[in-house]
């Protein structure tokens, strides 16, 4: 079924569809979530409310306006960005200025001695504490594969504004990075 089709279904209570949809979407989500919240509890409260918001809320995505995963990566932004300015930040400055790691997913980490993991954990710590749009610009086209189109779209901003703010990501990145001695590979020059 195209999405168009399972969101059909969704919105006349096809409650199969909704967890073909939640099935094909929850890794995405939920990796931008974390990316922008830092912790795993707050990913899942986050991913949570975006597919309830989704079921609640079918009948208003447009077609021909977005894709689906476009429409709920707009939600999920919109849900992340609400709860960080809800929060002040406060638990990710914290982490940031006490030197705590973050909560990572233990599939997905090297070895914790190693210099990848060292690099990784540097690279997470330097995005933590960019500002919100930055963070967000930066992990929907870097780590979530969405166009700069398609991102802006996510993020409600002209295409020229959200290249700003990727290519102030990276500055600050690679000026942080290198404070630090670690260079890394995934940060252009551009």
């Known amino acids: 079924m195209t999405d168009e089709e399972l969101m059909l ?3 006349n209570g096809d409650q199969s569809a909704y967890q073909v949809i939640v099935k094909q979407h929850l ?3 939920s990796h931008y979530a974390y990316r922008m919240l830092g912790n795993q509890k707050d990913t899942e409260d ?11 809320n079918a009948g208003k995505w447009e077609v021909e306006k977005s894709k689906l995963s476009t429409w709920l990566h707009r ?16 638990q990710l400055q914290s982490e940031i200025l ?48 969405f166009s700069n189109k398609e991102a802006a779209v996510i993020m409600n901003m002209s295409i020229k504004a959200l290249e700003s703010a990727i290519a102030r990501a990276k500055r600050s990145l690679r000026k942080a990075l290198s404070e630090t001695g670690i260079e890394h590979q995934g940060i252009d020059n551009n």
């Not at 986050?46 to 609640?56: H, V």
């Not at 030197?99 to 060292?118: A, K, T, Y």
């Open 9 to 11: 279904a969704v919105v």
């Open 27 to 29: 890794k995405s989500v």
């Open 46 to 56: 986050i991913a949570q409310e975006a597919f309830l918001k989704l079921w609640i």
């Open 75 to 90: 939600i999920t932004h919109n849900l992340c960005i609400d709860f960080l300015r809800k929060h002040r930040r406060t």
């Open 98 to 145: 006490e030197g705590v790691e973050p909560n990572q997913e233990p599939h997905e980490n090297p070895r914790e001695g190693s210099e990848v993991f060292q690099r990784a954990k540097q690279l997470e710590m330097a995005i933590r504490g960019l500002p919100e749009n930055q963070r967000s610009a930066l992990v929907l086209c870097h780590y979530s594969g």
